[in-house]
């Protein structure tokens, strides 16, 4: 997609967002030649700030191409973001609703314009304590079958230094400048799935290749190993001692292991993440 193509109010969101990113962060870009010239394409990204929409934007509107969030529809209902969010063309996700499967019909439609769609695979903000990317949804998995387009995956670091996920005191800690760090790797080669039956074992698989691009490219920003198990994330209805400060709970799961454990209850999760749980 061409500058030309970008549109008014997404040009107007850039006025207005540029600036202060450029006053208050340094940037540390990487892998632009990565993102596709033309064409349809799924960028997956990690996430472990609020910020990181902003940051990941700012990096892909520099390329010519705009992104298309998917994000829970809470966004859109009012103020001046919910405009912007209506206005830029961005997906509304309902979770847990009969409309939720429209946020997947809208990302299909989209890359089918030649649009890129960005997905959070995560789902939320990371829980793992190290801040690396949990174990992934769906979502992202079965769109990329579906359309058979490009899939970029994309590490981000230093929005959380800025504002850490979670945090319950000093939220925001711009000063010292933080380095908004976005790196693109080379698109994923899913092609030995696209003949196979897209069942919940095979997207469980698709979506371990995803998060594995993800987590190695976050392991060249961050300039450490790749951990050796994922993070996963359960809700919990009580918070255990020790625990997070927030209602939920998680442990580590091998990555081999990650398909077996979630293959149990993959009917069910298949159920849930059509829903759009994948904003």
Same mark, same amino acid.
């Given at each position: 997609?061409?500058?030309?193509?970008?549109?008014?109010?997404?040009?107007?969101?850039?006025? =207005?967002?540029?600036?202060?990113?450029?006053?208050?962060?340094?940037?540390?870009?990487?892998?632009?030649?990565?993102?596709?010239?033309?064409?349809?394409?799924?960028?997956?990204?990690?996430?472990?700030?609020?910020?990181?929409?902003?940051?990941?934007?700012?990096?892909?509107?520099?390329?010519?191409?705009?992104?298309?969030?998917?994000?829970?529809?809470?966004?859109?209902?009012?103020?001046?973001?919910?405009?912007?969010?209506?206005?830029?063309?961005? =997906?509304?996700?309902?979770?847990?609703?009969?409309?939720?499967?429209?946020?997947?019909?809208?990302?299909?439609?989209? =890359?089918?314009?030649?649009?890129?769609?960005?997905?959070?695979?995560?789902?939320?903000?990371?829980?793992?304590?190290?801040?690396?990317?949990?174990?992934?949804?769906?979502?992202?998995?079965?769109?990329?079958?579906?359309?058979?387009?490009?899939?970029?995956?994309?590490?981000?670091?230093?929005?959380?230094?800025?504002?850490?996920?979670?945090?319950?005191?000093?939220?925001?800690?711009?000063?010292?400048?933080?380095?908004?760090?976005?790196?693109?790797?080379?698109?994923?080669?899913?092609?030995?799935?696209?003949?196979?039956?897209?069942?919940?074992?095979?997207?469980?698989?698709?979506?371990?290749?995803?998060?594995?691009? =993800?987590?190695?490219?976050?392991?060249?920003?961050?300039?450490?190993?790749?951990?050796?198990?994922?993070?996963?994330?359960?809700?919990?209805?009580?918070?255990?001692?020790?625990?997070?400060?927030?209602?939920?709970?998680?442990?580590?799961?091998?990555?081999?292991?990650?398909?077996?454990?979630?293959?149990?209850?993959?009917?069910?999760?298949?159920?849930?993440?059509?829903?759009?749980?994948?904003?």
């Amino acid at each position: 997609m061409s500058r030309h193509r970008i549109g008014f109010w997404y040009r107007f969101a850039a006025v =207005i967002a540029k600036p202060p990113l450029l006053l208050l962060f340094r940037r540390e870009w990487s892998g632009m030649e990565h993102i596709p010239r033309d064409g349809g394409f799924i960028a997956v990204v990690n996430h472990n700030s609020y910020l990181d929409p902003l940051s990941y934007a700012h990096f892909q509107y520099n390329t010519g191409r705009v992104p298309r969030f998917l994000a829970k529809v809470g966004l859109f209902k009012g103020g001046f973001v919910g405009f912007m969010m209506r206005k830029t063309g961005q =997906i509304p996700v309902y979770r847990e609703s009969a409309d939720a499967i429209g946020a997947f019909r809208a990302a299909v439609q989209a =890359i089918g314009k030649g649009e890129c769609v960005v997905f959070y695979p995560e789902g939320t903000l990371t829980r793992d304590p190290e801040q690396w990317p949990m174990v992934g949804k769906t979502g992202a998995a079965r769109v990329a079958l579906l359309t058979r387009a490009p899939v970029v995956p994309v590490a981000q670091w230093g929005a959380n230094e800025a504002v850490p996920p979670y945090a319950k005191t000093k939220r925001i800690r711009l000063f010292p400048r933080k380095t908004l760090k976005v790196q693109a790797g080379p698109p994923v080669d899913l092609s030995a799935y696209y003949d196979r039956e897209p069942t919940a074992e095979v997207l469980r698989e698709v979506t371990e290749v995803l998060m594995d691009a =993800i987590t190695e490219q976050l392991a060249e920003v961050r300039g450490e190993p790749v951990p050796a198990e994922r993070f996963q994330y359960r809700r919990t209805r009580t918070r255990p001692e020790g625990g997070p400060a927030d209602p939920g709970a998680g442990n580590h799961a091998g990555n081999g292991g990650n398909i077996t454990a979630h293959n149990a209850g993959a009917k069910a999760e298949n159920g849930a993440e059509t829903k759009g749980e994948n904003a």
